[in-house]
């Protein structure tokens, strides 16, 4: 590997860990907010990358309207799969494996409703939806998509950010993530605030869904890449959104270089065992921090 | 008027409350005693809606609380629960605009303030996170996150567990002063009974999920029972 193609190589392990950080921080919010690993979360995707696919394909819609399509798509499938499947849960207090056993059953739900429609085939977004393929500087050709993508997670992360950081319910979402009985006793409706976490978690599923489906391709199965951000929201360390992000750009860089030295068959095979390898190393995960009471 | 009458709740299954009677007069102090299991806590959450009510019931102003946590502390009913809960991960500032949610921006940034003016600590470490105070100031920062819901009727659940002496003198005289300054009804749940009782205007001891013994805080703190059982000269815990 020569040093431009080692940048260009770069250039997409960014752009594809991008799209893994939206994945995986979208699922970590629910991790940390209801505490069970909600693989809907790839059923939400994969509707959102479909919604987006046909408002491109059948309404010649350009990039910006489909991702917002996407997002909100994602926000009302992401809110309706709260209030179908894990409501009933909730009110009867059950145990946490019953969320994660509905969740995996909605995956495959929001999949079948995709292989009904669309069929099990691969689709492509229309191919002029991004106009201008690649920028040349020099040798070096940059894929435009690529940088898109990252760019719109860029902004998809800053506006996540101030919604935790500087609004009311965004903080009370990160509380309630800390203690939920508590976040009650402060006069907030919890409720309302789980609901607002699958409405974040939806648009940032959504986004992932949309950008995801035009930088690969599409099938009724594209929800399952929501495992990549089950590895990356494990190896981020649960309750770090941070170290959720970093692990899912690390895991994309890792990925398209295994790739592209190894192949796509033997490259899973290797991320799981870095997987294991780092969890036996560093079990909180990168930035896994736990404040202990203090007496 | 905050009046329990009659009430039984507990978990589940399990009963922990038989038959309790309090009454909490405005802009007074009212002390729960007792041991470690008790019940002193399930009170206190059975009145912020955290554990149902299984038969009788909790009055405020003659009315029927509202059935959900938020809506009773909107009804200006808070708890500091036991054990201080701080947000960990939470700054200090966002700690207390949790505890003002229900409050609009202007009277967050008063009460922030005042908060500030009794436990200047907090705000020397305004943007740190609550998980790296040390456990007395945990307790200010949950203190300070109360009075952010400039409640009418604050629930105060042991607040002098795991304290230090002096800082626990000063959890207490902050009560007092909340109480007189501003006319704060306060429910007091404590093991720490000697302290507790002196400040009480009306106190009761509860065993075993009952009351078996009430008075003013004057006559139990000189009841031979309440001497021989609470007020022993050795320090729990």
Same mark, same amino acid.
């Given at each position: 590997m020569d040093l431009i193609e080692i940048f260009q190589q770069v250039i997409n392990g960014l752009s594809r860990g991008a799209i893994y950080a939206l994945i995986a921080v979208g699922f970590a919010i629910i991790v940390n907010v209801?505490? !069970?690993?909600? !693989? @809907?979360h790839g059923g939400v995707l994969g509707i959102s990358a479909y919604a987006g696919y046909l408002a491109s394909s059948? !309404?010649?819609?350009?990039f910006i309207p489909v991702v917002l399509i996407g997002m909100v798509t994602g926000a009302i499938v992401a809110v309706l799969v709260e209030f179908i499947a894990f409501r009933w849960i909730r009110m009867q207090k059950g145990q946490l494996v019953y969320f994660f056993v509905t969740s995996v059953t909605m995956l495959m739900l929001l999949e079948q409703i995709l292989v009904i429609r669309f069929g099990s085939f691969f689709d492509t977004y &229309?191919?002029?939806?991004?106009?201008?393929k690649f920028i040349n500087i020099g040798e070096l050709s940059i894929s435009v998509t690529y940088l898109i993508s990252l760019a719109v997670t860029i902004v998809a992360f800053g506006l996540l950010i101030y919604v935790f950081k500087k609004t009311k319910i965004g903080i009370a979402i990160r509380a309630a993530s800390n203690d939920m009985t508590t976040t009650s006793l402060m006069g907030i409706n919890t409720g309302m605030v789980i609901i607002a976490a699958f409405v974040v978690s939806g648009m940032m599923g959504g986004i992932s869904g949309v950008l995801f489906g035009i930088s690969t391709s599409l099938s009724p199965?594209?929800?399952?890449?929501?495992v990549k951000g089950f590895i990356a929201s494990v190896l981020g360390g649960l309750g770090s959104l941070t170290g959720v992000a970093v692990a899912a750009v690390a895991l994309g860089l890792i990925e398209v270089f295994l790739v592209s030295t190894?192949?796509?068959?033997y490259s899973p095979v290797v991320i799981f065992a870095l997987m294991i390898a780092f969890l036996l190393l560093r &079990?909180?995960? !990168? @930035?896994g921090v736990s404040f202990t009471d203090k007496a | 008027m905050l009046e329990i009458n009659h009430l039984h709740s507990g978990y589940n299954k399990i009963k922990v409350l038989e038959d309790i009677n309090i009454q909490v007069p405005d802009g007074k102090i009212v002390v729960v005693i007792g041991r470690n299991g008790a019940g002193k806590s399930t009170l206190l959450n059975t009145i912020s809606g955290l554990v149902k009510i299984s038969s009788g019931s909790i009055m405020l102003d003659g009315e029927k609380l509202p059935p959900t946590p938020h809506r009773i502390v909107a009804r200006g009913i808070t708890q500091i629960p036991e054990g201080r809960?701080?947000?960990?991960?939470?700054t200090i500032e966002e700690n207390l605009i949790m505890g003002g949610y229900l409050a609009t921006a202007s009277e967050i940034q008063k009460r922030t303030l005042e908060v500030f003016e009794t436990f200047p600590i907090l705000k020397e470490r305004?943007?740190?996170?609550?998980?790296?105070?040390s456990g007395g100031e945990q307790q200010m920062l949950a203190m300070g996150r109360g009075m952010?819901?400039?409640?009418?009727i604050l629930l105060l659940d042991?607040?002098?567990?795991?304290?230090a002496p002096l800082i626990f003198t000063q959890v207490f005289e902050l009560v007092q002063q909340l109480n007189e300054e501003r006319n704060m009804t306060i429910v007091l749940v404590e093991q720490n009974a000697s302290i507790a009782l002196n400040m009480a205007d009306y106190a009761y001891v509860l065993e075993d999920g009952k009351i078996v013994i009430e008075g003013t805080g004057k006559d139990l703190v000189v009841d031979p029972r309440v001497k021989a059982a609470?007020?022993?000269?050795v320090v729990e815990e």
């Open positions: 209801l505490k !069970f690993s909600n !693989f @809907a059948q !309404f010649n819609l350009s &229309p191919y002029d939806l991004i106009k201008v199965q594209i929800g399952q890449v929501v190894i192949g796509s068959g &079990p909180q995960g !990168f @930035a | 809960r701080v947000f960990p991960s939470l305004f943007h740190q996170q609550a998980g790296t105070l952010m819901a400039n409640p009418r042991e607040p002098s567990l795991g304290l609470y007020l022993g000269g």
